[in-house]
């Protein structure tokens, strides 16, 4: 299991003091002889001045209320209660339309709630009142991101780059499209960009690790992970990356020791507990190995690889009937989990239902699984 973020811009907040000086005018006017009784008349130009105070009055309380509750959203986005944090900042625009702080903290709001298309909608708004505006295209990019589009995603990231070329969040997301889109030598360069911008961007070195561990440049990947582990002792995820990748090298000695460090730092990570069974799988240590898949199924009891690869180490045991059961199991917490497939497959196979078996390996093929490919290939046409 391969870690890529996509950063959280919790911190990008406009955070902003209103420009607009809110000035109460009153205006008195003295008429002597005037009593309480007599109808009050005004020129032409009283009138027009007696107006344009009122709506001047009016206007300043829209913009004191709007501030009020403006500042109400600021103060609930930082305590994460992003829904009551959205709801202020529709109050702020309410009463000031132009406000144009409130719209970017509304639709950072949806975004943070996986509102994509309130975001799109939000930022879109934004930008025909700026054109300017760098960090709304960005997060305009993230919300088409967040639905899958990357085309505008890409589209958006390059405009808030071109309009601050500075900004290594706008890199770094950029990179990870890249890489959600398997341009892994692409992603890497924007990593690297920015890397170039932020030396402490422990979020940037992972991830271009795990670019390099897709191309299969293992020594590349495990340095750029460790350089993220030196700048966030505590990310767990790239204790986990090394273990995984050192799997791939066969050294089953280092990849024991990144799991252990990873478990120790967090007793609940469960993926640590799964990975660290595979290579006591790979071991034939098969007690330790269940050992490891039970555990990461009692912190994470929906974690579809810890029961595929319990099924995999039944098939080991010549268990073929409980080989079968985790795979199903599998399958029915994650149906897109190609390996599940090919482990319920081989399951099949011995249990001489090869009619399942072929269904199955096709399946994992579609999925992704060259496994899946090579053994319906071999066994079913």
Request: net charge neutral; proline share 2%.
């Amino acid at each position: 299991m391969i870690f890529v973020f996509s950063y959280l811009v919790k911190n990008d907040i406009e955070q902003l003091t209103m420009k607009k000086q809110i000035t109460l005018i009153v205006a008195l006017c003295l008429f002597d002889g005037v009593s309480w009784s007599q109808i009050e008349e005004f020129t032409p130009q009283e009138t027009a001045y007696r107006d344009s105070i009122a709506a001047l009055n009016l206007e300043n309380e829209a913009i004191a209320n709007s501030q009020t509750a403006y500042n109400e959203g600021i103060a609930s986005f930082n305590s994460e209660d992003y829904k009551k944090a959205l709801d202020y900042f529709k109050k702020s625009i309410s009463f000031d339309p132009n406000f144009t702080a409130a719209y970017y903290n509304k639709g950072v709001c949806e975004n943070e709630i996986g509102k994509f298309k309130d975001a799109q909608n939000t930022f879109t708004t934004l930008l025909s009142m700026d054109r300017s505006y760098s960090k709304a295209y960005f997060q305009r990019a993230r919300a088409f991101q967040g639905e899958n589009d990357y085309v505008n995603a890409e589209r958006d990231y390059e405009k808030a780059i071109t309009i601050d070329p500075r900004n290594p969040k706008a890199y770094y997301n950029y990179g990870t499209l890249r890489f959600l889109q398997q341009d892994y030598k692409g992603a890497q360069t924007y990593f690297t960009k920015t890397i170039d911008l932020d030396q402490n961007f422990a979020f940037a070195y992972n991830d271009r690790g795990s670019c390099y561990r897709m191309m299969g440049e293992y020594a590349k990947a495990i340095s750029d992970y460790q350089e993220a582990i030196k700048r966030n002792p505590k990310m767990v995820f790239a204790l986990n990356n090394i273990g995984t990748t050192k799997r791939k090298m066969k050294d089953y000695a280092g990849a024991i020791a990144a799991f252990n460090q990873a478990i120790n730092l967090d007793g609940n990570f469960f993926m640590a507990y799964n990975n660290r069974g595979a290579v006591q799988l790979d071991q034939n240590k098969t007690d330790d190995a269940r050992r490891d898949f039970e555990k990461a199924l009692s912190i994470q009891n929906d974690y579809a690889p810890a029961n595929s690869n319990l099924s995999a180490l039944s098939f080991k045991l010549k268990e073929y009937q409980k080989a079968l059961d985790y795979a199903n199991k599998a399958i029915l917490k994650d149906k897109e989990y190609a390996n599940a497939y090919v482990n319920r497959a081989s399951a099949k196979e011995m249990l001489r239902d090869m009619i399942g078996a072929c269904e199955d390996w096709h399946k994992a093929g579609e999925l992704g699984a060259q496994q899946g490919q090579d053994y319906y290939s071999a066994n079913c046409q």
